[in-house]
């Protein structure tokens, strides 16, 4: 997913982030660095990045931000220069971490935007589990929508909000009511498929961005 955020009310270059899930292969990765030019982005958030020695790969131009030194499971790149500055807020987790970046701007004090990038692994890959995470990332959504103004990424939830077929199952449900309740508005175009799985299960609507509405305008 490629999205623009822009603070509201401002007249300041926006953010322009890509979200790759690349399943812990070298080749999505290749893949998903083709498509850097092709979007302009200068966010990246990556889930499963393939990893040598616990270390995702670094790229040129973009500074590294691993959700975890050990057990990295996100990882946010940041075009380099292209920000003001920028700083990890949440502590390390292996599923997910908030960077917060403030924009360029003639403002002196300009507000940051914290962005979020999560990683909501299951039980296991067989659906009849129904999304269930394998570990409580569910419970840290409370502290992930109240520490970032966009949060987007590998969700692993079916819901009919973003694929209109779909049944709720009780964690998609929890990540809604979350969202509803901090006022957080879903950036996808329902029915839009993000995953293509290569062991014959069905494509499905699973990677999604929410963005506090009252902070920043977002664009696909």
């Known amino acids: 997913m490629n999205s623009r955020l822009q603070q509201q009310h401002a007249e300041r270059p926006p953010a322009r982030i890509l979200q790759y899930n690349t399943d812990k292969s070298p080749t999505a990765f290749q893949v998903m660095q083709a498509a850097i030019s092709d979007t302009d982005a200068n966010v990246l958030l990556v889930q499963e990045p393939p990893l040598l020695d616990g270390t995702p790969p670094s790229l040129d131009d973009f500074h590294c931000f691993p959700s975890h030194k050990q057990a990295c499971q996100a990882v946010t790149y940041v075009r380099k ?18 960077v917060s970046l403030t924009l360029h701007s003639k403002d002196h004090k300009p507000p940051p935007i914290n962005i979020a990038n999560c990683y909501n692994r299951l039980q296991n890959h067989n659906w009849r589990t129904r999304d269930q995470p394998t570990y409580s990332l569910d419970t840290l959504f409370h502290e992930i929508f109240a520490l970032a103004d966009l949060v987007a990424g590998d969700m692993n939830k079916h819901h009919p909000r973003w694929e209109t077929s779909c049944q ?38 699973l990677d999604f961005t929410f963005f506090n509405q009252d902070h920043i305008i977002g664009k696909d």
């Open 81 to 98: 220069k292209a920000f003001r500055s920028t700083l990890v807020i949440s502590d390390p987790h292996a599923d997910f971490l908030v």
């Open 168 to 205: 709720p199952s009780q964690w998609a449900q929890n990540l809604v009511d979350i969202c509803n309740a901090a006022n957080f508005r879903l950036a996808n175009t329902p029915n839009i498929l993000t995953s293509y799985p290569i062991n014959n299960s069905r494509p499905a609507v």
